[in-house]
């Protein structure tokens, strides 16, 4: 995946050009973190192959791709400016810092607010969702809220990422998931969320920034997200026990970073990867049981 990734940027416009700046701002190693729970969603919502690619699912697909990303990413950026000073990430080139720029700052509102194009063809579950999903992308990062400064509601809040799935699957079967995998799939990236910060636990602390991460310390938070994950897996096994059996590969992903001593500096880098492949397999499966079950 980061080789994919790394290829995009290369052949991607400078980043020295607006467009080549609000590609980079929207990371795109994380693109499927918003992407992938649309396409898993759609999957198990359609009944024939022909909604997989109804002109619904493309857009909401595309949107949560890309569009929704540049605003996630670019909330956060705005609001982070001063305290990205001391993020390595920003530093090793694998993330762009902010530029303030008032055609950035109106794409990043207008990539917001093309969202509610989509409220016209979804039912009261999926705008819901769907508001949702954009009063947390923007509260993570802004006051007054702005979970991620807050222990434990930095992780809580990160369910946003689920939401997109829940919005697709409304918008095509007209009803909520269940409600195991939604529980189950908003457990997942509080744990994802939490992993990722540790690396970041000096940087915040130098910055004065409170997480979960900074509050438990990096070998807590280990176990931590190992909770997380593990609460995950049982939950999906409400909806069929081979999803809690398929993410049970997290919890012990982190016991093997500890045991072989890998850097989590390294090993951070890896789950976009990892995460592709979990989700291709929820996919394959939803396929299978679509035309086969």
């Not at 090793?92 to 207008?110: L, N």
């Not at 917001?112 to 990062?141: C, I």
């Not at 939401?163 to 998931?177: H, R, S, W, Y």
Request: hydrophobic content about 50%.
């Amino acid at each position: 995946m980061s080789t994919v990734t790394d290829r995009l940027q290369s052949v991607a416009p400078s980043e020295d050009t607006r467009v080549g700046y609000l590609l980079r701002l929207s990371r795109p190693r994380f693109w499927l973190y918003q992407g992938g729970p649309v396409v898993v969603a759609v999957t198990y919502a359609a009944d024939n192959p022909a909604e997989l690619f109804s002109p619904l699912s493309v857009a909401l697909f595309l949107y949560f791709t890309l569009p929704a990303n540049v605003f996630l990413y670019g909330v956060n950026d705005i609001f982070d400016a001063d305290i990205d000073e001391h993020n390595p990430k920003k530093d090793e080139g694998r993330e762009v810092s902010y530029q303030s720029d008032r055609i950035v700052a109106g794409v990043i509102v207008g990539s917001g607010l093309l969202a509610a194009a989509f409220l016209p063809f979804l039912p009261v579950l999926g705008v819901v969702a769907l508001l949702a999903w954009a009063a947390l992308s923007v509260e993570y990062s802004a006051p007054p809220l702005r979970f991620k400064t807050t222990p434990f509601l930095d992780s809580v809040s990160n369910g946003l990422y689920i939401l997109p799935g829940v919005v697709a699957f409304a918008a095509i079967d007209g009803v909520a998931p269940p409600a195991s995998a939604v529980a189950g799939a908003w457990l997942w990236p509080m744990g994802m969320h939490t992993f990722s910060a540790i690396p970041d636990i000096e940087p915040d602390r130098e910055a004065g920034i409170e997480t979960t991460a900074t509050y438990l310390g990096a070998e807590l938070t280990y176990y931590y997200c190992v909770m997380c994950w593990l609460t995950a897996a049982f939950v999906f096994t409400y909806t069929h026990w081979v999803f809690g059996a398929l993410l049970l590969i997290y919890p012990g992903l982190v016991f093997g970073i500890l045991g072989v001593g890998v850097d989590i500096d390294e090993a951070y880098w890896w789950y976009p990867a990892i995460n592709t492949l979990v989700g291709m397999v929820f996919t394959l499966m939803g396929l299978w049981v679509m035309l086969y079950g």
